[in-house]
T-cell receptor
Framework: GENVEQHPSTLSVQEGDSAVIKCTYSDSASNYFPWYKQELGKGPQLIID?????GEKKDQRIAVTLNKTAKHFSLHITETQPEDSAVYFCAASTSSNTGKLIFGQGTTLQVKP | DARVTQTPRHKVTEMGQEVTMRCQPILGHNTVFWYRQTMMQGLELLAY????????DSGMPKDRFSAEMPDATLATLKIQPSEPRDSAVYFC??????????????FGPGTRLTVL
């Protein structure tokens, strides 16, 4: 069935370094790939998304890349700050086009000051 | 500032009791999702609705869970009887499908359920 794999499950970086989180998906019909950030005690919030007709998208310190052929996409955070510490989820839309998203298992990012 | 609201934020109950969680989606959104989050399972989709009609509830244990949308401003998730393994954070999310933002989902703050 539809599946999204996310790696790594935990990531620790020094403030100012870059962080990269990778996801692979199984449904070749997926056409929308959002990334959510979840802070402690809160619900996930969308931070960036990309559609299948785009290979890369950037918003200040965060960027997402998509390789449709290989069916994988990545989140890149540059110049990390302590406030970037959170759980990050990738997701992919399903071919049913109902708005349903399949989420990865999450990556806990810790940025050490 | 439009946002999804959920009540209660925290619920502690004893095994066997009925639990009802409520969600108010963002006004104008036509799709509502219920998720369960545990440390082991990540974000698990339980059920979702389009225009108040259930589209898929295959992720929900049917014997004890039920989800409804009595009206466009209220979605409910009920567990009866509750069990300790139901302890988790339950999130509601809403979205507008189709839309220019494609499939963006807006999450509520969650209900943290503890079943003793």
């Amino acid at each position: 069935g539809e599946n999204v794999e996310q790696h790594p499950s935990t990531l620790s970086v020094q403030e100012g370094d870059s962080a990269v989180i990778k996801c692979t998906y199984s449904d070749s019909a997926s056409n929308y790939f959002p990334w959510y950030k979840q802070e402690l005690g809160k619900g996930p919030q969308l931070i960036i998304d990309i559609r299948s007709n785009v290979g890369e998208k950037k918003d200040q310190r965060i960027a997402v890349t998509l390789n449709k052929t290989a069916k994988h996409f990545s989140l890149h955070i540059t110049e990390t700050q302590p406030e970037d510490s959170a759980v990050y989820f990738c997701a992919a839309s399903t071919s049913s086009n109902t708005g349903k998203l399949i989420f990865g298992q999450g990556t806990t990012l810790q940025v050490k000051p | 500032d439009a946002r999804v609201t959920q009540t209660p934020r925290h619920k502690v109950t004893e095994m066997g009791q009925e639990v009802t969680m409520r969600c108010q989606p963002i006004l104008g959104h036509n799709t509502v999702f219920w998720y369960r989050q545990t440390m082991m399972q990540g974000l698990e989709l339980l059920a979702y609705f389009r225009n108040r009609a259930p589209l898929d509830d295959s992720g929900m244990p049917k014997d004890r869970f039920s989800a409804e949308m009595p009206d466009a401003t209220l979605a409910t998730l009920k567990i009866q009887p509750s069990e300790p393994r139901d302890s988790a954070v339950y999130f509601c999310a809403s979205g507008l499908v189709p839309s220019g933002s494609l499939y963006e989902q807006f999450f509520g703050p969650g209900t943290r359920l503890t079943v003793l």
